[in-house]
């Protein structure tokens, strides 16, 4: 359905190897969460990293089902979740989308960009850390016809950043073409 992306490195998947060297590893989760009454919400989760900038955890699950990124957010959110899994949501950081406010003269809802990006798309967002709320580490947005604008500042690397805007430019159903094109295949 397209409301949920994992980031990986060139790693094989843990079925692919008996090597523990050669598997892949994790960058990061993405999830999008389609509301039919206004922009949709972006949530991410990446590894932490050190203040230098390397990753200070290693995300390489051996088992497809446990010990990834996405077994341990969805064991954080439950409440009936294994304590195992618990304290290495301390691993993770959460990055969330600034929601946009709605401006009546423009007739939508609006970011201010500062200058970066110049047309308006659904496509826009700015991704902040869920601790501090007010520092943008991800904006991406249109400036042309066919072309964006990516701003990225630490802990993201390029790649992650890369990978989020790789995911935001991909149709899904928890957008708003995807809802619209569901509301009218039921309808019939």
């Given at each position: 359905m397209g409301s949920q992306y994992i980031f990986t490195d060139h790693g094989m998947a843990p079925a692919a190897s008996a090597l523990p060297s050669m598997l892949r590893k994790e960058l990061g989760l993405t999830r999008f969460k389609f509301d039919s009454g206004g922009p949709s919400q972006i949530d991410a989760w990446i590894p932490m990293v050190n203040s230098s900038g390397s990753s200070a955890v290693v995300w390489q699950p051996t088992d497809?089902?446990?010990?990834?990124?996405e077994a341990t957010v969805k064991a954080s959110s439950s409440s009936s979740s294994s304590s195992s899994l618990q304290p290495r949501m301390?691993?993770?950081m959460k990055l969330c989308n600034?929601?946009?406010?709605?401006d009546a003269s423009h007739g939508g809802h609006v970011l201010n960009f500062h200058g970066r990006v110049t047309e308006s798309s659904v496509k826009n967002f700015q991704l902040c850390s869920s601790e501090t709320g007010d520092d943008i580490?991800?904006?991406?947005?249109?400036v042309g016809?066919?072309?964006?604008?990516?701003d990225?500042?630490?802990?993201?690397?390029?790649?992650?950043?890369?990978s989020l805007c790789v995911a935001c430019m991909d149709r899904k159903l928890a957008d708003?073409?995807?809802?619209?094109?569901?509301?009218?295949?039921?309808k019939k």
């Open positions: 497809p089902m446990e010990g990834t990124i301390d691993r993770l600034k929601m946009p406010k709605w580490i991800l904006q991406f947005g249109r016809k066919h072309r964006f604008s990516m990225v500042s630490y802990p993201l690397s390029p790649f992650q950043a890369f708003r073409q995807g809802y619209d094109m569901f509301r009218r295949l039921t």
